[in-house]
């Protein structure tokens, strides 16, 4: 373990090689935030002098993308097998190398026509079910990072691991590598927590597998509950941990959010930080979306009417009138909030206001709002599933933004939202409390309110802050505007969050 001081100097001439890995990059799989950060923090940190790569499965959905295989094959041991690993490699839009780990005994399954993802495949009632082998595919897929370390371009000053999926590769760097080759010793590690929910926790009869020695089966370094941590492993093993937000890393050091980490937690807040996830402008921008019928910008809003009529008929919903339409993009999943959103839907609707709803999730929720969508067929669009393209059209059409999550770590739509002059309403939880700030009498008389927030975690309160939000869009249209201003002129941008982890890195190599 390294010494570490908040205090140390930040050397802005230092070059430093950074290898992400994560278990998904967009462009190559996606399931969720965890994507976008691994696809995009690479080439935001190229543009501050950075060098970083970036490095995953190959899963079949992968392959689609412009990969190739390279002639080094290396034998990852799993349990008392040796397994083959391939590594693949390609670029990202921006130019930074991406690596891909081949074995399709792990990764080759995934096929959304049959129902199977990178994780978990569907049962025929239209639940999910986790792979009986993650933890195996996930073992082979940290040993294998490990393995591959000398043969990539550069040898990485930082390993820097996200979520579960990588949470074995800072022990294995200081445990089991480091004693074969030193250079493994220097690497500094970094740990990301994106989701806290997620804690690949398994079983101590699954622990064999790992390859790691039973010394290291105890409650202050792998045991957890009587099995074992992939997340409590990267935790307790990485010389520095962050998450996606700073109101987030608060809360996981609390029994109400922690899931059983807190004390972990708690006791590394000194190594624990909060950094927003950031935005691909690129992507996400009113003035140049590709998949939205009018461009618009904060100097001019008339586009966004034309967005509004045109999702309106998209989604069958009736142009008569002018009532404010909500829109939300989301798993759905009580989560985010969706039960409150059922609760007080019929309410929104038999007002006459409209609901556009995208997403996939939880069959009861399906129902829920499939039977709303028969009921009102003019106010509520459904579509279940996902469309990257409405996505976009939902975020520019929409007035407001629907967003009430029981947590949300950093969180993204809301982030659209505010680019797209679509003030979100959220309740103050995580990156949500750290990215909006609620509309009232001063915010707005400062110029910094950017949407509407609430904290109880109820319907009653969910519905006094649409209530709230749809009578300024109604009687002061001018407020409104500045409100979908002041949000579009912000700067969420992955470059802004780059430039935090910079720091981070800096600091961590001065002070291995």
Not at 266 to 287: A, F, M, S
Request: hydrophobic share 40%; glycine share 8%.
């Amino acid at each position: 373990m390294i010494s570490w001081s908040r205090t140390d100097r930040n050397d802005g001439n230092m070059s430093i090689n950074i290898l992400l890995v994560a278990s998904e990059v967009v462009g190559f799989a996606k399931t969720g935030g965890l994507a976008d950060v691994a696809g995009s923090l690479p080439s935001a940190l190229a543009r501050r002098g950075l060098r970083a790569a970036v490095i995953l499965p190959l899963y079949r959905s992968a392959r689609r993308a412009n990969v190739e295989p390279t002639e080094i094959v290396v034998e990852v041991q799993v349990g008392h097998r040796l397994v083959p690993a391939r590594l693949w490699r390609t670029s990202l839009p921006d130019g930074a190398t991406a690596y891909l780990v081949e074995n399709d005994d792990y990764f080759g399954r995934d096929d959304a026509s049959q129902g199977r993802g990178i994780y978990q495949y569907t049962l025929p009632d239209g639940s999910k079910r986790d792979y009986e082998d993650n933890c195996e595919r996930f073992v082979f897929f940290n040993r294998a990072v490990a393995e591959f370390l000398p043969y990539l371009d550069s040898w990485p000053q930082i390993v820097h691991v996200n979520d579960w999926q990588t949470g074995l590769i800072p022990v294995y760097l200081r445990e089991l590598y480091a004693a074969r080759d030193d250079r493994y010793g220097r690497i500094a590690t970094m740990m990301t927590i994106h989701n806290i929910a997620f804690q690949g926790f398994y079983w101590s009869y699954d622990y064999p597998m790992t390859g790691l020695p039973w010394s290291l089966f105890t409650y202050d370094r792998l045991e957890f509950y009587g099995g074992y941590s992939f997340l409590k492993a990267g935790i307790v093993y990485s010389d520095l941990v962050t998450t996606v937000s700073p109101t987030y890393a608060r809360e996981i050091q609390t029994p109400d959010y922690g899931r059983a980490f807190h004390p972990i937690l708690y006791q590394r807040r000194e190594r624990l930080y909060g950094i927003v996830n950031g935005v691909d402008y690129t992507q996400w921008n009113p003035v140049t979306d590709k998949y939205i019928p009018a461009n618009y910008g904060p100097d001019d809003l008339s586009g966004k009417l034309v967005c509004k009529r045109a999702l309106r008929r998209e989604l069958k919903l009736s142009d008569a009138g002018a009532p404010p339409l909500f829109g939300m993009v989301a798993r759905l999943t009580d989560q985010k909030g969706v039960d409150l959103i059922a609760a007080i839907a019929p309410q929104m609707l038999e007002r006459g206001w409209q609901i556009a709803i995208l997403g996939d999730g939880d069959p009861h929720h399906h129902r829920t709002f499939e039977a709303l969508r028969s009921r009102y067929p003019e106010r509520l669009g459904l579509r279940l599933g996902f469309d990257e393209s409405l996505a976009h059209r939902i975020e520019a059409g929409s007035d407001a933004y629907l967003m009430p999550s029981a947590f949300e770590p950093s969180g993204l739509n809301q982030l659209y939202s505010l680019r797209y002059g679509t003030p979100p309403l959220v309740r103050r939880t995580g990156g949500l409390a750290d990215t909006v700030t609620d509309t009232n009498a001063q915010t707005l008389a400062d110029g910094k309110a950017t949407g509407f927030s609430f904290t109880r975690y109820s319907p009653e309160e969910l519905w006094n802050t649409v209530e709230r939000a749809e009578a300024l869009w109604r009687h002061s249209p001018e407020a409104w505007k500045q409100v979908m201003i002041t949000g579009m002129t912000q700067d969420w941008s992955w470059d802004r969050s780059a430039a935090d982890y910079d720091k981070l890195y800096r600091r961590l190599v001065q002070a291995k």
